[in-house]
């Protein structure tokens, strides 16, 4: 088992910068590709980025791309989304999960049934 849980969401103008952190417990990520998602009030959730513990790749959505970025402290078990540039379209509750990869070490799934772990989530506000 591993349990997730989420921090650093917040109101945040736009233009603006947060860092949300995904920490876990009950056992390392190592197997494990860990991914952010995020869903906005009446739509479906979606993928933002993720990492391959293993292989250290990551995948980011097109929609993020080049805002932001995804980060690992591997002492701490804890992955981290850096956001920047923030738009008010980045609105949502912004989860983070966890999916064995085990024989798959470049594998990092973007669809959320792939996922087995959830943390509660964490809002996100970008004001206009």
């Known amino acids: 088992q591993v349990q997730l849980v989420e921090s650093g969401g917040g109101l945040v103008q736009a233009g603006g910068s947060l860092r949300l952190s995904c920490a876990a417990s009950?056992?390392?990520?190592?197997?494990?590709?860990v991914g952010w998602f995020r869903q906005a009030p009446g739509k479906e959730r979606e993928f933002v980025q993720g990492i391959n513990w293993y292989g250290g790749n990551t995948y980011t959505a097109d929609s993020v791309k080049g805002r932001f970025t995804f980060s690992r402290d591997n002492a701490k078990n804890t992955v981290y989304l850096q956001m920047n540039s923030l738009k008010p379209e980045d609105t949502a509750v912004y989860y983070c999960?966890?999916?064995?990869?085990?024989?798959?070490?470049?594998?990092?799934?973007?669809?959320?049934?792939?996922?087995?772990?959830w943390g509660p989530g964490t809002q996100v506000t970008v004001s206009s």
């Open positions: 009950g056992r390392t990520f190592g197997g494990y590709a």
């Open positions: 999960a966890a999916a064995p990869t085990s024989g798959r070490p470049y594998y990092i799934p973007t669809r959320t049934y792939e996922y087995d772990y």
